[in-house]
Each structure stands twice: as structure tokens, then as C-alpha cells.
């Protein structure tokens, strides 16, 4: 079973009457992320337009997996639940991947396995805020840019993406987001809840954004293992229709601050 150890910033107080980890039902430790509040989306002058304006957000507390779904997690839902399989399932191989993100799933699949195991996907607001912190920083680590010890970023296309692209989830363990938080840059992009809206930041309301109410495509976070580093920074957006399954493209899951079951 995969363990983390929160490592929290030091200007982050984590609730006292939650523990700091929990253990999904699925077998996935979950760290804490206590209340607080950022500045969500990038200053004039740093990333694309649909980061900005950079406005503040206050997050309620939240449980967050510390790693992405793995190939042996989702392997399990799919015996359950006989779900539609991920485009480029590795089928006899899913032993010698069982460690790496699962990718080919759709935002849908990746909504049922949250589902299926008592949790949800992360609103964008708190995976922005797992990722950086209340300190602004630009990657989960700090400011420095990607390299191959911090993130598996900015790697050419290969069809065998299972076996010599993608890495074990918590590959880069010092590389962690201020809650302790594992790849939470490369690897693979995530989905998350939120459908997109350009223009959702000038009108997100402060506390708790639920993104917008309808859309035609969701949002992705964290870069991927073939795109470049700067579409691993925390405030970096991607979009694409639901219903799309990439070798890049993964998640991890949410479920909200209580006690535990």
C-alpha cells in the first residue's frame, strides 16, 4: 500500500480535531488540506489569458489522494463494476504498470471510480490550492523550473507510454506540493469537477467556487509527462470535451473534511 507523510507549510494551522491522513476505501492514503485561502490564477504578464485575473479564493477543508489512480486502483473498479475500459488498457500487463497513473479514462470514468469509492473529483479551486500553498508559488515545489528530478515533463511521443514514458505515482518525492501532495506537476494531466469558462475568474464567487453551472468541456491540472514544464505550473489550465481519453491524461480524487468513517 502506497504511504505519505503531510509535509505543510508553515504558515498552514491543519485542524486538530481531523487527522492529518486517512485511508480512502480504496486503499489510497489521503492527506489533509486544511482551510485557508490563495490567490488562485496567474499575474498580468505569466500564463495564458484564462489564468487571470488572478483574484482570492478561500478553500474549506478537504481530503486529497496523494498520488494519481494507479493502474492496479482502477483495475479493481473495473472487476467491480464492469466500466467501460480506458483506451490503452495494457490488459496482461497491468502487473508490471500496477504502480503507474492510470490514463485513457474520461471524465466520466474517472467521476464513477470517485464515486465508487466514497469520494469525488477535486473542484479546480482546491487542486490549484493542494498544488501551491498560500505562498503563490508557480510550482508545487517553489519557483524553480521543472527537471527530470522534479517531474516527468517535456518527453517525446512514444506509443509504448506505459512502459518507458509514464512513472510510478510519488516517483518525485521531494518535489511534493506544501500539503504533501505526490505529481502534483507532469506525469499526467487530472481532471477535475469543473466544467470550463474562459472568462469564469472575473466572476468566481470567493469562497468554495464550484466552477461554472454548464459547459461543453472540463478542466484538467498539472501538465503531463509530453507536454512542455510550463504547462506544469499550479495555475496552468487545460480543457477538453468530457468524453476524451489520452495517454496523458489521468486523475486523482477529493472527498471532503470529516471524520472518519
Known amino acids: 500500500m502506497l504511504t505519505a507523510t503531510p509535509a505543510v507549510a508553515t504558515a498552514i494551522t491543519v485542524a486538530t480535531e481531523l487527522p492529518a491522513t486517512i485511508t480512502g476505501q480504496d486503499g489510497a492514503p489521503m492527506l489533509l488540506i486544511?482551510?485557508?485561502?490563495?490567490?488562485?490564477?496567474?499575474?498580468?504578464?505569466?500564463?495564458?489569458s484564462d489564468e487571470r485575473p488572478q483574484h482570492q479564493v478561500r478553500i474549506g477543508a478537504f481530503y486529497m489522494d496523494a498520488h494519481e489512480v494507479t493502474v492496479v486502483q482502477y483495475e479493481k473498479f473495473l472487476d467491480a463494476t464492469g466500466h467501460i475500459l480506458p483506451e490503452f488498457w495494457p490488459y496482461d500487463e497491468t502487473r508490471d504498470y500496477a504502480d503507474r497513473p492510470v490514463v485513457g479514462v474520461d471524465w466520466g470514468g474517472a467521476k464513477a471510480y470517485c464515486e465508487w469509492t466514497g469520494k469525488r473529483l477535486p473542484t479546480e479551486a482546491e487542486w490549484e490550492y493542494a498544488a501551491r500553498g498560500n505562498d503563490g508559488r508557480r510550482y508545487p515545489w517553489g519557483e524553480a523550473k521543472p527537471t527530470a528530478e522534479k517531474a516527468n515533463v517535456g518527453r517525446s511521443w512514444s506509443y509504448k507510454f506505459y512502459k518507458d514514458r509514464l512513472e510510478p505515482v510519488g516517483s518525485h518525492a521531494g518535489a511534493a506540493s506544501p500539503f504533501g501532495i505526490h505529481d502534483m506537476a507532469g506525469n499526467v494531466w487530472e481532471w477535475v469537477a469543473d466544467w470550463y469558462d474562459a472568462k469564469y475568474y472575473a466572476q468566481s464567487p470567493g469562497e468554495n467556487p464550484p466552477g461554472p453551472r454548464d459547459g461543453t468541456m472540463r478542466v484538467l491540472r498539472g501538465g503531463?509527462?509530453?507536454?512542455?514544464?510550463?504547462?506544469?505550473?499550479?495555475?496552468?489550465?487545460?480543457?477538453?470535451?468530457?468524453?476524451?481519453?489520452?495517454?496523458?491524461?489521468?486523475?486523482?480524487?477529493?472527498?471532503?473534511?470529516?471524520?472518519?468513517?
Open 34 to 48: 486544511p482551510a485557508g485561502e490563495f490567490l488562485m490564477g496567474s499575474p498580468k504578464g505569466e500564463g495564458l
Open 224 to 261: 503531463s509527462w509530453n507536454f512542455a514544464g510550463k504547462y506544469s505550473r499550479t495555475a496552468s489550465r487545460l480543457r477538453y470535451e468530457p468524453r476524451h481519453r489520452a495517454a496523458d491524461i489521468g486523475f486523482r480524487c477529493a472527498r471532503d473534511a470529516r471524520a472518519p468513517d
